[in-house]
């Protein structure tokens, strides 16, 4: 397929789209905490996408190069916006087919219920970190990236990496103190 894109077949292009899309928009909703922005970012990675589709190497995984795009975009909106992010995180259920792509722990709608409220909660507590502590733990807790994967898309030093997302973690316990049982 890799080789289709790099030709710009449309119906390639779309799959690679269909393929990427919600991992993409994860990481830049779980960066910038608004859905309308998050979009929007998502249209200017798979612009570039598009514009440089002839240099993909169909023999390696374009992920890390999607996430890469996908975090600089983001913080080129934090350059604009002139701040690091302070808006609250709204509820992941809001996302029109998001919430059906997250695990499921059971059919009780009271586990669903406190379930949904502790999502939430961590949602607010991440945006409330900035935006270098934030993006580690999204490629890390929700997408599964190892830390050496993430120095790469950061562009930072492993051992770097793993100090964030210690001091991420702590930052994330002290918001989350006596909120979450």
Not at 6 to 27: C, K, M, Q, S, T
Request: proline residues 4%; aromatic residues 6%; charged residues 35%.
């Amino acid at each position: 397929m890799l080789e289709a894109v790099r030709r710009r077949d449309p119906e390639a292009l779309g799959a690679f789209f269909e393929i990427y899309f919600d991992r993409l928009y994860g990481v830049a909703y779980r960066l910038i905490g608004d859905h309308q922005r998050a979009e929007d970012v998502l249209q200017e990675v798979f612009l570039k996408v598009h514009r440089a589709a002839n240099q993909l190497d169909p023999k390696r995984d374009p992920g890390p190069w999607l996430a890469t795009l996908t975090r600089n975009a983001c913080r080129e909106r934090w350059r604009r916006a002139g701040s690091r992010v302070d808006r609250q995180a709204s509820s992941l259920d809001s996302v029109s087919g998001l919430h059906e792509t997250l695990p499921a722990e059971g059919d009780d709608p009271e586990d669903q219920t406190l379930r949904s409220e502790r999502e939430r909660t961590v949602a607010q507590a991440l945006m409330k970190l900035p935006g270098t502590l934030r993006e580690v733990v999204v490629l890390r807790d929700y997408h599964g990236m190892t830390h050496e994967e993430i120095a790469d898309v950061v562009g930072a030093r492993s051992a770097t990496v793993r100090k964030r997302y210690s001091r991420a973690l702590a930052e994330l316990r002290e918001h989350l103190k006596g909120l979450i049982e």
